[in-house]
Every structure is written in C-alpha cells, then in structure tokens.
C-alpha cells in the first residue's frame, strides 16, 4: 500500500485516506458542492412548473379575451390587457395554436392576429 491516493479537488495535492477520493479539507467543499447542485436541480424543477402554470394561467386569459371580444384580437391588445409582456403572448399563442385553440394569421403590417378557434 503506502501512499494514499491525491485529493480529487483541483490543485489539491494531499493525501487522502483510505482511499477516500478527497482528502478531510475538501470533503465538506465537496458535500456542499453535491448540496448546493441538488438545490439548483431543485429549484429548476420549481421554476419549470411555475412557468408551464403561468402559461396555462396566460392561455386561459387570453381564451377569456376572444371569447369576451369578436373572438379575434391582436397580439399588442391582448399584451396589453393581460399585461404580460409580448414575447409571453406570442409564445402562449404558438403554443395554443399547436393545441388547435386558436388560428394565427398576420396583418399587412405584419401585426400578429389570434382567432379563437370554435369548435
Ligand atoms: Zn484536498
């Protein structure tokens, strides 16, 4: 045997024993590594579901717009009376259109109309 194996951590050259992969000064650096990766996974898999919620909750306001309106309306107006940002509207819609819950269609000027689909 002799000599133990080197520390894992980067530019770490001591020792570690027996045979453990970090040697006593890194291994708390390395636990709180593994602890604080677990918590961004976490929080991750928080965020995605508060977004995919706020998408629903978006797609179902702006449902409640064309079915409250002539059933059409622009992508501006319904950032505007949603107050959610454009780029929010546009991709709820895209989505929404994917799901066969609107039609999407462009004006002269190239302004983004939803149509609520009627089934
Ligand atoms: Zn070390």
Redesign the pocket.
Known sequence: MGEGRR?C?EG?L?RTREGKP??P??VHLNAYVAELLGQIAANLEEVRARKALANGHVAREISAVLRDGSGAASLPRLARRLEVDRDLVRRTLHAMKAEKLVTLSLTDRGKLIAKERRR
């Open positions: 520390c951590e770490c001591a970090y040697c000064d890194h």
